[in-house]
């Protein structure tokens, strides 16, 4: 990738700059045409390297480095059938070029003909001085076809070749939890970990291996290896946090998450769960304090707010309760979570107008849990909205068509509405079935017709 550090680049780019403001069209050759079009590629600007671009190609029209350049912008910007024409075009001026094959097969893979670009990518290993991206190329074409076997083998050269290459070893590591390998990954890891001892990535990794395989002296043992080998990482102070916390070593948890926090930017996740051990020990004024701080340093970190949402709630404070659920809703509009909350405690609170309005809203963002359609229709009933109670049964009966609960609100809303034919299909249905005593208030005649 292009740096733009030379003295040279620098005077095309300032040369560049002025023309712009100018309006002036000034000459420039061909490899300065490119190396501006870099520049402002890799600093993201790429209107102006698009600009650098259609001027040196007017200057330059054959240039082969250039139209690759422009190949390249077109595949990013999904223009994939006239990049195509375009890479075809170029491969007549220079056959054996080997960025135009490299191109091609990831313009294959962006159009999703994958078994096109692994059969040109296998081509290009034929005769490329430098393998090594090709073999990346090559498992990442696997990955995505989910022959994680096949994907394997080619990150495994990429890591014979560099054990410090860390996107193969994500990538090794991806296919071999996906094909439930943990052995496997640990002797990769331990290859690593053979050439490069303070490898705190790899550390790092062996010890989350370790404690999805709940061999806790071994994962905490590789998080300490991890810090010892980078003091300032805090992935890894975060995870033997977590495993600390899981285990019911709460102080020690603290100290660590409290760490990470003088290590990195602070985080709505280190302050949430500091709340949530001191929660555990009882220290519930501290608890609430650094939930609080974990809403304000991350307005949009939903756990914070569901965490002190869940703790009034449990006080029965539900005034209290629906203010944290509110704010979070503000910060977190699409949250799920936080709306299914906010509508239960409206039920507590008796607003069931409220409640109708946030259960509805639970359920258009996806939520189909039954305690939600059965709390929406029972807020419903209690509004005496025998339509729309019926019309959310409806909805909920395509979720739960056997719930005799639902059948029985049914029945009930169709007497309410005067609908005989209706409610006595359903009375058959419920026949025998005692009534709840939660539904007597609700339809009271219902009890002594099932009965009867």
């Known amino acids: 990738m292009f740096n733009g550090s030379s003295d040279h680049t620098e005077t095309s780019i300032h040369k560049f700059e002025q023309m712009l403001e100018t309006n002036r069209v000034l000459f420039f050759d061909a490899q300065e045409f490119e190396e501006i079009a870099h520049y402002y590629i890799d600093y993201g600007q790429l209107k102006k390297a698009k600009r650098a671009l259609k001027l040196g190609l007017e200057q330059h029209p054959d240039n082969v480095e250039l139209l690759l350049i422009k190949s390249e912008m077109m595949i990013y910007d999904d223009e994939l059938e006239a990049a195509e024409v375009l890479l075809d075009y170029i491969a007549k001026m220079a056959p054996n070029h080997?960025?135009?094959?490299?191109?091609?097969?990831?313009?294959?893979?962006?159009?999703?003909?994958?078994?096109?670009?692994?059969?040109?990518?296998?081509?290009?290993l034929d005769f490329t001085d430098d393998p090594i991206e090709i073999w990346s190329m090559l498992g990442m074409e696997y990955l995505v076809l989910e022959d994680y076997h096949k994907a394997t083998q080619y990150f495994s050269k990429c890591l014979e070749?560099?054990?410090?290459?860390?996107?193969?070893?994500?990538?090794?590591?991806?296919?071999?939890?996906q094909l439930e390998d943990l052995e496997g990954a640990v002797a990769v890891l331990n290859n690593v970990l053979n050439s490069n001892p303070y490898s705190e990535i790899a550390w790092h990794q062996l010890g989350k291996i370790y404690t999805q395989q709940n061999k806790i002296k071994e994962a905490l043992s590789a998080y300490d290896f991890a810090i010892?080998?980078?003091?300032?990482?805090?992935?890894?102070?975060?995870?033997?946090?977590?495993?600390?916390?899981?285990?019911?070593?709460?102080?020690?948890?603290?100290?660590?998450?409290?760490?990470?926090?003088?290590?990195?930017?602070?985080?709505?996740?280190?302050?949430?769960?500091?709340?949530?051990?001191?929660l555990r020990l009882g220290n519930h004024r501290l608890a609430v304090q650094f939930f609080k701080k974990a809403v304000n340093i991350e307005p949009g970190y939903e756990k914070g707010w569901?965490?002190?949402?869940?703790?009034?709630?449990?006080?029965?404070?539900?005034?209290?309760?629906?203010?944290?659920?509110?704010?979070?809703?503000?910060?977190?509009?699409?949250?799920?979570?936080?709306?299914?909350?906010?509508?239960?405690?409206?039920?507590a609170l008796k607003l069931y107008e409220d409640a109708d309005y946030a259960y509805e809203?639970?359920?258009?963002?996806?939520?189909?849990?039954?305690?939600?359609w059965i709390?929406?229709?029972?807020?419903?009933?209690?509004?005496?909205?025998?339509?729309?109670?019926?019309?959310?049964?409806?909805?909920?009966?395509?979720?739960?068509?056997?719930?005799?609960?639902?059948?029985?609100?049914?029945?009930?809303?169709?007497?309410?509405?005067?609908?005989?034919?209706?409610?006595?299909?359903?009375?058959?249905?419920?026949?025998?079935?005692?009534?709840?005593?939660?539904?007597?208030e609700f339809f009271p005649e219902l009890g002594q017709q099932l009965s009867s």
């Open 375 to 440: 709390g929406w229709i029972d807020a419903l009933l209690r509004l005496n909205d025998w339509n729309k109670a019926l019309t959310v049964c409806y909805q909920a009966k395509e979720y739960y068509p056997d719930k005799i609960a639902l059948d029985l609100r049914m029945t009930g809303c169709y007497l309410k509405l005067g609908k005989t034919t209706e409610s006595e299909f359903f009375i058959k249905s419920c026949r025998g079935i005692k009534m709840p005593k939660a539904l007597h």
């Open 98 to 124: 080997e960025e135009i094959f490299l191109q091609k097969a990831n313009l294959y893979s962006r159009s999703k003909r994958h078994d096109e670009a692994i059969a040109l990518l296998n081509e290009i």
């Open 161 to 177: 070749d560099n054990p410090e290459d860390y996107q193969a070893l994500y990538n090794m590591l991806y296919c071999l939890e």
């Open 228 to 278: 010892i080998s980078d003091d300032t990482f805090s992935g890894a102070y975060i995870e033997k946090a977590k495993l600390l916390e899981a285990n019911g070593r709460l102080n020690e948890a603290i100290s660590l998450y409290e760490l990470t926090l003088q290590l990195s930017e602070a985080s709505g996740f280190s302050y949430y769960k500091i709340g949530s051990c001191h």
């Open 306 to 347: 569901m965490a002190l949402v869940d703790y009034y709630a449990g006080k029965k404070d539900f005034e209290k309760a629906k203010y944290f659920a509110k704010q979070g809703i503000h910060s977190n509009e699409d949250s799920i979570n936080l709306w299914k909350r906010c509508a239960h405690i409206n039920v």
């Open 361 to 372: 809203i639970a359920v258009n963002l996806g939520n189909y849990e039954w305690k939600v």
